[in-house]
Structures are given as C-alpha cells and as structure tokens.
C-alpha cells in the first residue's frame, strides 16, 4: 500500500519567550501558521519489520538522526506495528532554517502510517506523540493556524490570516536551535504582544497583524549572524508591510498583499541570497489534504 503526504513549512507570526522551566524546556506563547512550501512524503508498506528512509537531500540523515525516521519508531512502538515501512522524502523546506521543516516531516509520518495502518486514532493523540519527538511536531500534526503554549505541544487553532504573499530567504547558514536559546536573556530580550496578534487574526485586520509580529529570539539570532538584520532591511527597503524572522532563524520573511510587490521584493532580495521563496499563506488545515 502507499500514501503521499505534504509537509508544509510554518512561520512564526509571533513567538515569546516567557522563562525556563524546571524540566529544562523554554514556556513559550508562538502564533504558527503553514505555508505553501512543503517536503513531500510517500510511505510504502514492507513486509519486513523494519524503517527504510530515502531521502533526496545530501543535507539530510537517512537515520534516527531524522525526525521523519523517529516518527515511524514511535508509531510502530505505540500501536504495536509489526509491519515496516519504506519513507521516502523529497525536500523543498531549506533546512536548519526556522520553517519547521524536520518537524512537519514527522508530523507527515505520524499522519501517513495512521492511514496507511488504518489505525484507529485521532488527531489529538498522533500530535502528544508528536510532542515526544520535538517542540513544533504537535502544530505540524494539525497544521493551519495556532497559538501555540507550554513548551508548544498545547494547540488552539486560530482563524487564517488575511490572503497574502509571503517572500522567504534563507542566508547561506544554519543555526543551532539550541545555541539561540543558550545565549537568550530573556529578562533582556524583547516580547512581543500575543495577543494583539490573536486579536488581528480573529478580526482579520491585516495592519494590525503586520504590526504585531514579534519574536523574542530574533535579537539573539542577529547578534550572531548579522546577515539576518540585513535581509530584513533589504525586505522593508524594497516595500515589504512587515519583516521577521521564524523560528530561531536565519529565514527571514515578509508578508506583502500585492502580487507585484511581492515579485519585486523577492527579485531584489535574489541579488543577496540564493534560497528566496515567493509563496503563499495556507493558514487552514484542509489544505493538508
């Protein structure tokens, strides 16, 4: 048998850092929401009990090292699979980039062997398996957009934003997940208004959620790599309506209505990055499918 799932990446419209908790994870207040740029995953049932991943990525671990490949060890684990499963991911997310990309692979997985298994599951519990694999894994399981709280695991969808474009670039460099929040003071940092962010997408103001994105790592992230403060300098010059880093970086995006404005800013920023994306705000979960 064989199914295909899409694994978009996600932005981050918002994201705070609230404190450290004593498990050692960050409490965190994020507002995600998917993108139209996403890996492609086929999984193929075998015979043999056993997890083949192929991925078409140089970039990218054929291992355990690889949430994709974690994600079927856990849900062979859980519902006490004895079949294998042959994965075979194609990627289109930059990695190490802030989108999610690992993240929406194994919530890709989680999704696809639910089907492909025709386990008698739900949503709710593939995303608290999710939650054991990584932070941002819970968000990718139900897609769309969310608020997303304790260290990210806990969801509550939110309406799509406004329709807009949405133009991507990605320095030629990874970061570390790890090594941002290692080096934040979040006493120091600055936090952005939550729920101002909630409020503009629930009234579908598209100004106010310009004006209200935020992320309390961005100023880690450039202190380190100031090329990530040029990309966005470059965004705001070229006339985008806001400018952000997702995640813990070093994508930066802008969120632009007009088509044509959108066209030039992500003609001008290819004069100063290769990996620039020109796409669109999905925002709803049935766009999964």
Known sequence: ?????????????????????????????????TIDLADRIELTSLKKNKIVLEAESRYVPNDERNLAYLAAKKMKKHFSITGGVHIK??????????????????????????RLFDLDTTPGELAEIGAEIGSDVSFCVHGGTALATGRGEKIEEL????????????PPIGVSTKTIYQALDIKEAGHPDTSSMVEAL??????????SVGNTLEGVTVRLYPEVAQLKEHMLQAGADTSLMSGSGPTVFSLVEPDVKARRICNHLKGFCDEVYMVRVLGTKETLD
Do not use: Q
């Open 202 to 211: 629930r009234t579908g103001d598209y100004e106010k959620m310009c004006r």
């Open 89 to 114: 991911l194609t990627k289109h997310v930059p990695v190490a980039a802030g989108l999610a990309g690992g993240s929406s692979d194994a919530a890709a997985v989680l999704r696809g062997m639910a």
């Open 1 to 33: 048998m064989y199914i295909m799932e899409k694994a978009p990446a996600k932005i981050n419209l918002s994201l705070d850092v609230l404190h450290k908790r004593k498990d050692g994870f960050h409490e965190v207040e994020m507002v995600m929401t």
């Open 159 to 170: 309406p799509a934003p406004p329709p807009c474009w949405v133009v991507l670039a990605k």
